[in-house]
């Protein structure tokens, strides 16, 4: 071996062994598996043919994740997809999805901000601001508290608080969320609940279409404490909202890496989906650490409601057409 070769070998050598020491042994599978994504998720699909997932989990993030933005969006677009868009309880992704953009030609990749205790105790409509300020204009919406809502908080029965979005005392919309609605009036982009109880909702949605908001969104109305009855999802789509129906809670549950939930049937869902597929779309939610890959459960999820009978115009309606407006993307 030359003096060159046994530079480059023992400094690859030493950079691994560094690595090693440095990086906690779980942190080494996820990077392992990173570099393995899921065959399926990989290969084109026609049933996946234009499909917009607005609403998925991916790394970085501060809690673990089954895919990276970067290696996900190349997942989407191999598999058909026209569209995603990420969402971070805790960061900005709208930053990141300018890179991906620059990394991917042609990658129709969209961000989101989620209004939690980074952004400060109250919602923070100048985050929201800079959000929709931010290079690309690829904000596409911001989220009411999710982790971080006072109802979520209320519900676990934490001692913090919570940020609220009403005002206890008089029920209305709070300024500084009216505010927020403002910005996203004036970017075009959506309005949405995140994890506001459904009452909550229904008033957000109110107040949001009275500011002039047009893309307003009721986050996961079928998804564990956000699961709204089929009258109050009315109400919210008389306002001028559309729903969100998330698969994932087909997915959780007994036997899967997210036992502390109750699954919900084939059945509820697809009842969830048939309320008004003109004025509602579905995500997936998608991203843990211990669930399937956000491409496979859009598979699945497809396949549900081709299985019990849906027409494929609804269908279109759900998982392209709607998402891909709410996004801002045109036929």
């Known amino acids: 071996m030359d003096r060159r070769n046994f530079i480059k070998t023992t400094a690859a050598a ?58 996900f969006m190349r997942d989407a677009m191999q598999a058909g997809y026209r569209a995603v868009m990420f969402k971070s309880n805790d960061f900005s992704c709208h930053d990141r999805a300018y890179l ?11 961000g989101s901000l989620c209004m939690n205790r980074p952004h400060g105790d109250r919602v923070n409509a100048y985050a929201a601001r800079k959000a929709v300020e931010t290079s690309g204009g690829l904000c596409r919406c911001i989220w009411m508290p999710t982790l971080d809502a006072a109802y979520q908080c209320r519900s ?16 209305r919309v709070l300024p500084e969320v009216v505010s927020v609605m403002e910005v996203c009036a004036e970017a075009g982009i959506i309005f949405a609940t995140g994890h506001s109880a459904p009452d909550e909702s229904l008033a957000l949605v109110r107040k949001a279409r009275e500011v002039g908001v047009e893309r307003v969104v009721v986050t ?92 494929q115009a609804d269908i279109d309606l759900l998982v392209r057409r709607n998402p891909a407006w709410l996004i801002g993307l045109t036929e």
């Not at 029965?157 to 009403?166: D, K, L, M, N």
């Open 220 to 311: 996961h109305a079928n998804s564990s404490i956000w699961t709204m009855t089929h009258d109050r999802i009315r109400q919210c789509i008389d306002a001028g909202a559309y729903i969100e129906y998330c698969f994932l809670p087909c997915l959780w549950g007994e036997g899967s890496g997210m036992p502390q939930y109750k699954r919900q049937t084939a059945d509820e869902f697809r009842a969830f989906a048939a309320i008004d597929p003109s004025r509602s779309f579905i995500s997936t939610d998608l991203g843990q650490a211990t669930m399937p890959h956000p491409v496979e459960g859009m598979r699945q999820c497809i396949r549900m409601l081709l299985g019990g009978g849906m027409a």
């Open 156 to 171: 676990e029965r934490r001692a913090e608080q919570g940020i609220p979005v009403i005002d206890s005392a008089t029920g």
């Open 100 to 110: 991906i953009r620059q990394a991917i030609p042609g990658a129709e990749c969209f």
């Open 14 to 71: 030493g950079g691994a062994l560094i690595a090693s020491a440095a990086v906690p042994a779980r942190a080494i599978d996820m990077m392992a598996r990173q570099d393995s994504p899921q065959d399926n998720a990989k290969k084109a699909d026609p049933l996946l043919s234009g499909v917009c997932d607005i609403h998925l989990h991916a790394r970085p993030d501060s809690r673990e994740r089954s895919v990276d933005e970067l290696g």
